[in-house]
Each structure stands twice: as C-alpha cells, then as structure tokens.
C-alpha cells in the first residue's frame, strides 16, 4: 500500500511539474519577446501616447469585474467532477449558464465602455490631440473586452483538464502575433488606433482557438450553447460573488495606481512607471506559471480528501515557485537604474528607477504567496482570500493617493508594496494551515535554501555590475547571475532527487 501511494505521489508531482514547466516556458518565451519589442515600442509611440495606451488598456480590464469570477469557478467544479460518472449534464449546464452571463455582463460592459469613453478620459490632462486618441483607444479596447469576456469560458477549460500545455501555446501564439503585429504596424507609420486594433485581433484569435480546443477536450458532452439554469447559476454565484471581491482588491492592487499616476502627474508619469512596472511584473508572472496549476490539483485532492499530497502540493510548489521567482526579483533589486537605462534609455532610468525596488518588494510579496491562494480558491476558502485581498486593495489605493504627490511614482510602488504585504501575511498563514503545513517545515523545506542561495547571488551581481556597458551585456550578466544562482542551488542542495527525477522523466517525452 505504502508503494501504490509513493508511485502514485511520484506521478502526481511529475504531472505537477509538466504544466507548471509548459507554462513557465511559454511565458519565458513572451518576456524575451516583449523585452525586445517594448523599447521600439515605447520610443515610436512616445511617452505621452504610450502612457495613453497603457491608461486604455488599465481602464478596460477595470471592467473585468463583471466576470463575477465565473472562469475560476468553472476550473474548480470541473476539476472536482473529475472523477463523477454522473457529471455530462450538470457539466453542459454549469457551461452554458457560466457563458450566457459572461456574453450578456461583456456587452453591457463594452457598451458602457464605448459611451462613456469621451468622459473617462476628460478627466485626465489631456492636450486636444491625446485627447481624441485616447478616446478612440478606449473605444477600440471596449470590443477586446467583450471578446476577451466571451472567451474566459472557453480558456477555463484547457485549466480545469490539466492541459497547460494547450493553454501556454494558444497565449504564447495570440500573443507573438499581437506584439509583432504593433511592430509592424508602428514600423510603417500607423497610429496608436490601429496598435489598439492589435490587441482586438489577438483576442478574437485567442477566442477562437479556445473555443475549438474546448470543444475536443470536452469530447463532444458540451454543446458550449449560452443557457440558463437556476441551479447552475446558484453554484456559480456563490463561488463567484467571493472571487469577484478577489478580482476587484487586485484592481484596486496593481492597476489604480497608474491611474492616479496619470491624474496627478500626467501622462508621461503613466510612462515611466510603466516600465519598471512591467519588468517587475515578470516576476508574479513567473508564480501565475506555477500557481495556477495548483489550483485545480488543490480542488482535486481536496475532493477526494488526500491531504498527504496536498501538503506536498503546498511546499513543492512554494518552493519551485521561490526557485524561479527569485532570480529576476533579486536582479532588478540589485541594479535597476544600469537595467532601466541600457533597456529604455537615460531617460527612463532617470525617473523610473526610484520605483524598481519597492515594486519588486509588492510584486516578490505577491508571488510567494500565490501556491496557498490558489489552495484557497481550490479549497473553496475563496471569502478568506477575498477578505484579504480587499484590504490589501484599499490600503494601496489610500496610500498611493497620500504619497504620489509629493513622492511621484516612488510613492505610488511604495503603496503597492504595502498593499502587497497587508494581503501576503493572512493568506500565506492560512493557506499553510489548510494544506496542515508548519511554519518551520515550510521554512525549512521551502525558503532556507533557496534565500540563501539569493544572497550569494546579490552579492555576485553588486560585485561585477559595474562592468556591464550594453543591452547585449545586460542580457549576458543577467544570464550568468541566474547560472550562478542555479548553481548555488544545487550547491545548496535545495534541488532534491525527487526534483531531479520529475525533471528527467518529463525530458524524454516531450
């Protein structure tokens, strides 16, 4: 018996392992390609238009509310179902109902996005120009809303299936193609509109290809036919009501700011936080790669009742998730103004910098503890981490309207950073708690080495920082400071044999 459970856990981390490894390189992928394209970017729209995009885009996911958290409920109850025979017709109707509300809340929100646009962006100091930018931006974003509400049923699917490896490849393709199509695009000359355009052609294709690959995963037992059914809808929206608490603290968490950014310093501002912000945010995508495959395991085994594994699951996946987060997060701390100013330029580095350290602090904070929020959510304990994460919401948009004036954008990532650890403390404890893992254990199993091996790579990078003179170097010292990290693991022994293992047996199938 011992046997059967030790093969079994085996071949429930290696599966563990997979997705997360699918995922993790197809965001690898997309970072290289946005490092690459964003100064282009950047420099051919100007600060002032790029700072009006990024304003757009923040104002259209606002909506991303009326989702009422339908997607993340879809991925928990298909996972729990997973092995109930009886499940063909609540499944179909737990879909259509989940895709009827998410048709009908993405057009009344596109709709009200498209009206009140010329409004929104009045209250912004806009010149004439920017101005009718803006408003014809915002306009073109109201339909990528919607398309991307349409398709949030469809993406839920691949998740709840495990099949991240289908999911990492339709994002990493949608998104080469919108990246390179705004190159395109600026590099003959078009205007932010048809860049705007870009983002509505990604989504459609993303759309399309979700729904296709939903319907091969569900074999047919789906008809995806928008449709209401009462009970359905009760299932949904008692999971969904909490999550939507959730998705509305991590607005007010990571998109408010740049809205009163833009307020109270302008548009450019918008800009310059923009950058270091987007390179930091690499860091918590890095913990959305591992995470989120946690969260349908999670709902599994919580329904089948196997807390054993569920412990592993915790720090296993806490671990890896440090293991890969901490070399871009440790990087950025050590050398943000020679990062920011060999990959936007001197001016970036001049008025972005400030910002780098306490927005790898909130983003670091966000990161660590996203393995126990998706327990949580998987667990069904979605009114505690939506408890949390709204008072981390409001003590961010409070601070960040106290300290941006006076301390621009390094006041702004200072709030953020707060915010971030109002939130981390009470689902990381609780999230430990209900995977009945010990402060030490975790402590011992899954930071010790790991944040040992972070400070020799601090060190490393403080130490021969100087030397680098050139993007290319950059990209060249940034590679070697994650060698030398890696190493440190493996000198450490943080990476066990089970690790080792899972590693090998994935190489050779795929």
């Not at 993340?72 to 737990?94: Q, R």
């Not at 596109?110 to 806009?126: G, K, Q």
């Not at 037992?221 to 299932?235: C, G, V, W």
């Not at 301390?407 to 209900?434: D, E, H, K, S, W």
Request: glycine share 6%.
């Amino acid at each position: 018996m011992d046997e059967l459970e030790d093969t079994r856990q085996i071949s429930y981390s290696k599966k563990i392992s997979k997705n997360a490894l699918f995922n993790l390189l197809g965001s690898a992928f997309t970072m290289l390609v946005t490092f690459a394209a964003m100064p282009f970017i950047v420099h051919r729209l100007g600060a002032s238009s790029f700072g009006v995009l990024t304003l757009a885009l923040t104002i259209a996911g606002y909506f991303t509310i009326l989702d009422m958290g339908l997607g993340t409920a879809i991925i928990k109850y298909l996972s729990e179902k997973k092995n109930d025979s009886n499940k063909g017709l609540e499944e179909n109707s737990l879909i259509g109902t989940a895709l009827l509300l998410n048709l009908a809340a993405g057009a009344a929100g596109a709709a009200c996005l498209f009206i009140a646009a010329p409004v929104i962006v009045s209250i912004f100091r806009l010149d004439s120009q920017n101005l009718t930018d803006a408003t014809a931006a915002l306009r073109i974003c109201s339909l990528m809303f919607f398309i991307n509400m349409s398709s949030a049923v469809f993406s839920a699917i691949p998740q709840a299936k495990q099949r991240f490896d289908l999911l990492s490849a339709i994002r990493t393709s949608a998104y080469i193609i919108q990246t390179l199509g705004i190159v395109l695009l600026l590099h003959y000359g078009y205007s932010l509109s048809s860049v705007a355009w870009c983002y509505v052609a990604s989504s459609t294709f993303s759309m399309i290809v979700f729904l296709l690959v939903a319907r091969t995963l569900m074999r047919g037992k789906t008809s995806f036919t928008p449709l209401f059914d009462q009970a359905s809808f009760r299932i949904l929206l008692s999971f969904g009501c909490y999550s939507t608490i959730a998705k509305l603290s991590s607005i007010l968490l990571n998109n408010v700011d740049k809205l009163i950014i833009g307020l109270f310093l302008g548009v450019e501002r918008v800009s310059y936080y923009a950058a270091p912000f987007l390179l930091t945010s690499w860091i918590y995508r890095i913990s959305i790669i591992v995470a989120p495959v946690t969260m349908p395991a999670a709902s599994e085994l919580m329904s089948l009742g196997d807390k054993q594994r569920l412990k592993m699951l915790s720090i296993r996946g806490t671990k890896y998730l440090l293991m890969c987060s901490i070399p871009p997060a440790v990087f950025l701390a050590a050398a943000p103004e020679l990062t920011l100013n060999l990959w936007m330029g001197p001016e970036f580095a001049l008025h972005g910098s400030a910002a780098m350290i306490p927005l790898v602090a909130g983003v670091f904070l966000q990161g660590i503890i996203a393995v126990q929020s998706m327990i949580l959510v998987g667990a069904g304990k979605i009114k505690l981490m939506s408890n949390a994460t709204m008072i981390g919401g409001i003590v961010s948009v409070a601070l960040c309207i106290m300290l941006t004036k006076p301390l621009g954008i390094a006041g702004a990532a200072a709030a953020y950073a707060a915010g971030a650890a109002t939130i981390a403390i009470p689902v990381f404890i609780y999230g430990c708690r209900l995977s009945d893992v010990g402060f030490r254990e975790i402590a011992s199993a899954a930071f010790l080495r790991p944040m040992v091996a972070a400070i020799i790579n601090f060190f490393f990078i403080i130490a021969f920082r100087h030397m680098v003179g050139s993007l290319i170097e950059l990209i060249v010292f940034a590679c070697a400071s994650a060698t030398v990290y890696a190493a440190s693991l493996f000198i450490l022994k943080a990476v066990d044999d089970d690790d080792i293992a899972a590693i090998r047996n994935f190489i050779p199938k795929n």
